[in-house]
């Protein structure tokens, strides 16, 4: 069974002979290589160059053997293709060019040049495919609309998340509008990924936790339905929905295929709340990574205890990979997933 293989067959719910593996987000900027490109070229000229970003995303995997890569782009490029482009502040931080404050900022976003706008992203997917052949996954991405709604509103990087929430109660109308158009965006962006070759889709709604559960399912859900509606048949879905710890059931939107939950939940007791057609993936504290190994072959193993007898399981961390992560971390990480279906094989794991 090729990684390939093995990824997808876990996001239907078929056995497979190890949990699939890949590192959310990011996996590469602990990588000295990354970081010498990062030294010659700024991050936006990395995600906009295909050879580039092709390079980033196949880093990972040639290091560590991941079963998926992940295309190396930002959840805000959907904003920047629509017409709200984006920097990156020198305090930190990301600083939109304008905020969407009127009805005229909303025009302004425009769907129909997504295409063309955001054509690095096949060419970079196309470049990737090529060298992947058929042995490795790969897995393109967007932001859910509702964060980038957020980011739309508050003009970039916020301490407070409070736009979104306040449009939504005071003009529904403008809010709605403003959705309406991330949600086209966030569509076409997915298409021309799956057209391109991706193996999967993930949405990242990063700002999930920001609304309770019930502003989130009224607010955010739709919307998120509406983008998974229009992908799904054609590539599994993933949805992750950072901080979100309401009714699981809500994210199982017609057409997802894959939950993907965060560090905060026990993995097992959430899994056991799903249907056994819905793969879950996750969930590892991502600030493991930043520890000795020891520490990270003893967080890993206690969660593949915990979900070995689940076909429909895909082993990732809870959020993207931390800027401090140790390499060797990363390495004990991947040698303790492959080596677990081995221990199982052997009778040798105990209680």
């Known amino acids: 069974m090729t990684a390939r293989e093995r990824f997808l067959a876990a996001c239907h719910c078929q ?30 000229d990395l995600v906009r160059t295909p050879e580039l970003a092709a390079e980033v995303t196949l880093q990972p995997v040639r290091r560590f053997g991941f079963d998926a890569a992940i295309l190396f782009s930002d959840i805000l490029v959907v904003n920047d ?16 060019d304008f905020a969407v404050e009127t009805a005229r900022h ?32 790969l897995l393109g991405f967007a932001g859910a609309p509702w964060t980038l709604a957020n980011f739309a509103l508050e ?17 529904r109308a403008l809010y709605e509008a403003l959705m309406e158009r991330l949600t086209q965006g966030v569509i076409e962006s997915l298409r021309m990924q799956i057209e ?19 502003l989130y399912a009224e607010a955010a859900l739709p919307w998120l339905g509406r ?29 997802v295929s894959v939950l993907g939950l965060d560090w905060q939940v026990e ?19 991502p600030f493991v990574l930043t520890l000795a190994p020891e520490v990270v072959r003893s967080e890993a193993t206690r969660l593949l205890r915990g979900m070995h007898e689940r076909p429909g399981w895909i082993f990732n961390l ?16 991947m040698d303790t997933v492959r080596g677990f279906a081995a221990t199982v094989g052997a009778g040798r794991l105990s209680s």
């Open 267 to 285: 993995l097992s007791d959430v899994a056991a709340e799903l249907p056994p057609t819905t793969a879950v993936q996750g969930n590892l504290d």
């Open 81 to 96: 293709g629509l017409g709200q482009g984006y920097r990156f502040r020198e305090e930190g931080g990301i600083a939109m």
């Open 318 to 333: 809870g959020h993207g990979v931390p800027p401090g992560a140790r390499l060797d971390a990363i390495q004990a990480l």
């Open 106 to 137: 909303v025009e302004r976003l425009d769907p129909g040049r997504v295409r063309e706008r955001l054509a690095y992203l096949p060419d970079a997917i196309r470049r990737v495919r090529q060298q992947l052949g058929d042995q490795t996954a």
């Open 227 to 255: 983008v998974v509606e229009a992908v799904a048949g054609r590539v599994p879905v993933i949805v992750f929905a950072r901080g979100y710890h309401g009714a699981w059931s809500r994210l199982l939107l017609p057409g």
């Open 15 to 44: 056995p497979v002979d190890r949990p699939p593996v890949w590192l959310m987000r990011q996996a590469g900027r602990a990588l000295p290589e990354y970081r010498e490109l990062r030294r010659r070229h700024s991050f936006l």
């Open 155 to 171: 003009g970039g990087s916020a301490d407070a998340w409070v736009q979104a929430k306040r449009l939504w109660w005071e003009d």
């Open 196 to 214: 391109a070759g991706v193996d999967a889709v993930q949405l990242f709604d990063s700002l999930a936790g920001e609304a309770g559960p019930k």
